[in-house]
């Protein structure tokens, strides 16, 4: 009788079967729409790339500070601060270049997740930084994600692109609507309640 071939062993599968706790520097399902290649591409890219995207900083947060915390990940490159479109101010997002794919890796485990100005920090391999992408992608020059959001966030410049227009309409109409009062009818000052007591006529009687 014929010996079947041998099949050859994926040690990934036995290594994903037995894994209790999920690897921390493996990428998210995530894949940019403005990526140019096909997703095999994307996912090679992945596994050897040197940069990260850095996401849910603080608008307020330096340069100074992102190298002192990855940093400890690896040597780092460069860092690319992510801009607002229309002020070229910081806008909640970075790219961190590592030298070595390994320091990205390392990255992974133990900075992602991590507090940076009271802000959980999300990082994510990345293909590769390209000119342009330091810009928001929101209508209002932001990061798509505060175009729509509802909470107030002080330290990602307060209400969300279309809660603010809300809330600027809302004042407006109150402005609007205010009509402040031009004359007191006479004597309305003697009932007047203060701090001190209710008004007191004056000398004069009145």
């Known amino acids: ?5 041998a099949t050859p062993f994926d040690s990934s599968l036995l290594e994903d ?37 850095v996401g849910n900083l603080s608008f307020y947060t330096t340069e100074e500070q992102l190298y002192e915390i990855f940093t400890k990940a690896g040597e780092i490159k460069r860092i690319i601060m992510g801009l607002s479109r229309n002020t070229k101010t910081p806008c909640g997002f970075c790219f961190v270049e590592y030298y070595t ?9 133990y900075v992602n997740g991590t507090k940076l100005d009271d802000r959980i920090i999300r990082t994510d391999l990345d293909p590769g930084f390209r000119e342009g992408r330091q810009f928001g992608r929101g209508r209002s020059g932001g990061q798509v994600r505060d175009e ?54 004056s000398r004069n009687g009145y």
């Open 1 to 5: 009788m014929e010996a079947e071939a």
């Open 148 to 201: 729509y959001r509802q909470e107030y966030d002080e330290a990602r410049g307060g209400w969300g692109h279309m809660r603010a227009k809300q809330e600027e309409e809302r004042r407006r109409q109150q402005d609007d609507s205010y009509e402040a009062i031009s004359t007191v009818p006479a004597g309305a000052e003697l009932q007047i309640n203060s701090r001190l007591g209710r008004a007191s006529p």
């Open 101 to 109: 794919h390994e320091s990205a890796l390392e990255c992974m485990k």
């Open 17 to 53: 079967r037995f894994t209790i706790v999920p690897r921390l520097d493996r990428p998210s399902t995530y894949k940019d729409h403005q990526y140019q290649g096909t997703s095999t591409q994307w996912s090679s890219d992945l596994a050897k790339t040197t940069t990260l995207y």
